[in-house]
């Protein structure tokens, strides 16, 4: 008689390495480890095959890197989403699709459970399993991270002692997490909040001490809110974003470094690097600023946090993004133009921008002879505006 399967979402690193000889030694399950491509820098067919040599019974690369941008990122960036207006998402926005993508490979190989290596204080769990009891509410779901008693240090030694290759030491202790939009660290001597993280977390941004001392100027066309033109080139969001990265990635653009609030109710601290993110985030932004009315603006901000915050807490899926994401997405029809930013010193800076749909008018704007504002007009604006200003100050004059 076969036994039951697990599918497991492999990285290599050592809390799925780990993972696999413990879920055959605690559950006796067969191991289907399955990585899934949403663009990150390894080595994917390497750690292909170190599934293997670990134990599991078959392991697959499943590339989800098209679907990542095309139905993850880019509803994002028409958001402008940000987590308390500072982290672009990139590890929040992949983990619903990594859910899914492992649950489509559960349900090909008649796989009954689906197991992470996410722990028990941190986000990715409830990202993970709210993604798969809403797209699988059959299959159990396994978290070894939350089952065993071992730290970090444990961990180690276990792997040690069952031959386990893993990329981590007790020297060199973070917990690292890249795609194609962004990198994150954590774990460490980054745990202290008064350490300022050291050289070695950066691989994607220069120390801008290091960076070029000419600044680099760039132009972004959008059209429906999304790049499709840099620098008078045509080319795919995942073009740009990849090119981005490299660019402002070389003047230090793209760290962060904050304090956050994990879902589970503490605080974390964490360190990020999104350069590519953050300057479509900025130009995006300006672009709106001038194609979009006041009214609009003002409302789409609580709807960018709002989104932000369903985004990270693992709600991808739920009917409030999207519904969230549909206004988003109604607003975008005349988010188009080129912006101008200029990059330098760890500063992605607007310095231009244009838009067919442009609602500045510079004959109303104006301070010189083309001007063609009606000043007398602004008396009486001034006062049926300052109205119940007035009433309040003659009803109440005299009181504290």
């Known amino acids: 008689m076969s036994k039951s399967k697990v599918v497991l979402a492999y990285s290599g690193g050592l809390d799925t390495s780990v993972a696999i000889k413990w879920l055959r030694e605690e559950y006796d399950l067969d191991v289907i480890a399955a990585v899934v491509n949403v663009g990150q820098e390894e080595n994917l067919l390497m750690i292909q095959r170190k599934a293997?040599?670990?134990?599991?019974?078959?392991?697959?690369?499943?590339?989800?890197?098209?679907?990542?941008?095309?139905?993850f990122i880019e509803p994002a960036l028409q958001g402008n989403a940000l987590y308390q207006r500072k982290y672009p998402l990139a590890t929040a926005l992949a983990r619903p699709l990594i859910a899914k993508k492992l649950v489509d490979v559960a349900r090909e190989n008649g796989a009954t459970a689906i197991a992470h290596g996410c722990t028990g204080k941190g986000n990715d769990q409830v990202r993970f399993d709210m993604t798969i009891a809403s797209l699988a509410p059959d299959i159990r779901i396994i978290a070894p991270q939350r089952e065993w008693s071992m730290n970090r240090e444990q961990e180690i030694e276990y792997a040690?002692?069952?031959?386990?290759?893993?990329?981590?030491?007790?020297?060199?202790?973070?917990?690292?997490?890249?795609?194609?939009?962004?990198?994150?660290?954590?774990?460490?001597?980054?745990?202290?909040?008064?350490?300022?993280?050291?050289?070695?977390?950066?691989?994607?941004?220069?120390?801008?001490?290091?960076?070029?001392?000419?600044?680099?100027?760039?132009?972004?066309?959008?059209?429906?809110?999304?790049?499709?033109?840099?620098?008078?080139?045509?080319?795919?969001?995942?073009?740009?974003?990849?090119?981005?990265?490299?660019?402002?990635?070389?003047?230090?653009?793209?760290?962060?470094?904050?304090?956050?609030?994990?879902?589970?109710?503490i605080k974390s601290r964490e360190v990020y690097e999104s350069p590519a993110a953050m300057v479509l985030i900025e130009a995006h932004r300006a672009l709106e600023a001038l194609t979009l009315p006041r009214e609009v603006l003002d409302f789409k901000y609580l709807v960018e946090d709002a989104l932000g915050t369903q985004i990270y807490e693992g709600k991808w899926f739920s009917p409030l993004r999207h519904a969230l994401s549909a206004f988003v997405a109604?607003?975008?029809?005349?988010?188009?133009?080129?912006?101008?930013?200029?990059?330098?010193?760890?500063n992605c800076t607007v310095v231009g921008r244009k838009s067919s749909s442009s609602l500045y008018d510079t004959g109303l704007a104006t301070y010189d002879a083309d001007d063609k504002f009606e000043h007398a007009s602004a008396e009486g604006f001034i006062d049926l505006f300052g109205l119940p200003t007035r009433i309040w100050a003659q009803k109440h004059k005299g009181k504290k």
């Open 330 to 346: 109604d607003t975008q029809k005349v988010v188009e133009g080129t912006i101008r930013v200029k990059l330098h010193n760890s």
């Open 52 to 71: 293997l040599t670990m134990g599991a019974i078959s392991s697959l690369v499943v590339d989800a890197e098209a679907e990542y941008v095309n139905d």
């Open 160 to 265: 040690k002692e069952h031959g386990i290759e893993i990329p981590v030491t007790s020297s060199s202790p973070y917990s690292v997490d890249e795609n194609i939009f962004g990198r994150s660290v954590e774990a460490g001597n980054l745990e202290d909040p008064w350490n300022e993280p050291p050289a070695e977390v950066w691989k994607w941004t220069k120390n801008p001490v290091s960076a070029p001392e000419k600044p680099d100027y760039i132009e972004i066309v959008f059209n429906n809110g999304l790049p499709n033109n840099l620098n008078e080139n045509e080319l795919s969001v995942t073009e740009i974003i990849k090119e981005l990265n490299q660019k402002a990635g070389e003047y230090g653009i793209g760290r962060i470094d904050m304090i956050e609030d994990r879902i589970v109710g």
